[in-house]
């Protein structure tokens, strides 16, 4: 019988724990608009790269186009109510001031000067409101500009497209998620160990990835994170 024979050194022992896992990016985002609408344009396709902030697809806006131009129209002319009810009031103050120079001087009734009193108030109350009703038209003015802005789905992300589930015409919702952004800059190891081995796992670890993409490659990584409970 033929043996190999060796000199007895000392040395240091490795001990290997081989698992099998799944690689997954550093996020996965589904793609979903903010406002309702059929779906207008799609600009990307499978497996293209995009950017963070970058547009990728739009919803009709005609309607909401035309509704904003009537709340801009609203909003113009709770402006001009607003200058013609200073005008008001700054005539009614102009009487109301006169009338009390001659009611004190006794040459007008106290019913005359109550009547201009009154006028004066009713005026300040009327600028007020055109106040309020310019506030609300200003408000109305900017849920539809966030709206309309709303209305081009932007990319949550870097990363590239790993899926796509519509085409345009199709009527989308907030809760529809059409696009799958995928950001694999950097790639995780998700992998199970059974008991007997946790406590030769620590955070830090160096360890040695194989994927069947590139056969005969290594990669090198290390234990980031590790799950504080077991699976039953």
Do not use: C
């Amino acid at each position: 019988m033929a043996v190999d024979l060796a000199s007895v050194k000392r040395g240091d022992i490795s001990l290997q724990i081989q698992v099998v896992g799944n690689l997954i990016g550093a996020a996965t985002v589904a793609a979903s608009p903010k406002v309702s609408g059929r779906l207008d344009s799609v600009a990307v396709r499978l497996g293209d790269r995009v950017s963070e902030g970058q547009p990728i697809a739009k919803i009709e806006d005609r309607e909401l186009r035309e509704q904003l131009k009537q709340a801009e129209a609203s909003h113009t002319v709770a402006e001009a109510t607003i200058r013609q009810r200073a005008a008001d009031l700054k005539l009614a103050e102009v009487n109301r001031d006169r009338n009390s120079n001659l009611f004190e001087r006794q040459l007008i009734s106290r019913q005359t000067y109550d009547d201009t009193e009154a006028r004066y108030q009713a005026a300040e109350a009327q600028v007020d409101l055109a106040r309020a009703q310019l506030l609300a038209a200003k408000s109305r003015l900017d849920e539809l500009e966030i709206n309309l802005q709303n209305t081009t789905i932007t990319s949550p992300v870097n990363g590239f497209v790993a899926s796509r589930a519509l085409d345009p015409g199709a009527w989308i919702t907030p809760n529809t998620a059409f696009l799958s952004l995928v950001d694999i800059s950097k790639v995780r190891l998700v992998a199970n160990i059974i008991e007997k081995d946790l406590r030769r796992i620590q955070l830090g670890q160096q360890s040695s990835v194989e994927v069947d993409a590139y056969p005969g490659e290594k990669f090198t990584g290390r234990i980031s994170h590790m799950a504080p409970i077991l699976d039953p």
